[in-house]
C-alpha cells in the first residue's frame, strides 16, 4: 500500500519560510517517477506548485513560485521537498504531495498517488 504523508504545514507572516516534506512508503520511488506539489486555496480548484523526475534531471514550477519556491529529493529517504521562501498571503492553501510513477507529468488528472494535504497559511 503506498502512502505520502506530508508534513511541515503552518502558519507563518508574509516573507517567511517554510519547508514542506512528503514521505513516501509502500513503494521506492524509481527513476523515472515524478513527484509533484500541488496546491488548493479555500474556493479554488487544485493548482500544479512543483515537479521533480527522481532522477534530478527535470524540474518544474509554476510561474507564481519561480524564483520563491524550490523542490528537491531525498533518494536515501524516499523523501521530496518543498522549500518555500518569500511567502505571500496567496500561497495561502492546502498542499498536497502526489506521485506519477513511470512517466513526467505535471497534471493534477494524472497522478497515481496523493497525500491528504498540509495547510499553509501565510498572514499579511
Known amino acids: 500500500q503506498v502512502q505520502l504523508a506530508e508534513s511541515g504545514g503552518g502558519l507563518v507572516q508574509a516573507g517567511g519560510s517554510l519547508r514542506l516534506s512528503c514521505a513516501a512508503s509502500g513503494r521506492t520511488i524509481s527513476w523515472l517517477d515524478t513527484m509533484d506539489w500541488f496546491r488548493q486555496a479555500p474556493g479554488k480548484e487544485r493548482e500544479f506548485v512543483a515537479a521533480i523526475r527522481w532522477n534530478g534531471f527535470n524540474t518544474a514550477y509554476a510561474d507564481s513560485v519561480k524564483g520563491r519556491f524550490t523542490i528537491s529529493r531525498d533518494k536515501d529517504e524516499n523523501t521530496v521537498y518543498l522549500q518555500m521562501n518569500s511567502l505571500k498571503p496567496e500561497d495561502t492553501a492546502v498542499y498536497y504531495c502526489?506521485?506519477?510513477?513511470?512517466?513526467?507529468?505535471?497534471?493534477?488528472?494524472?497522478?497515481?498517488?496523493w497525500g491528504k494535504g498540509t495547510l499553509v497559511t501565510v498572514s499579511s
Open positions: 502526489a506521485a506519477k510513477w513511470g512517466s513526467w507529468s505535471l497534471d493534477t488528472s494524472d497522478m497515481d498517488y
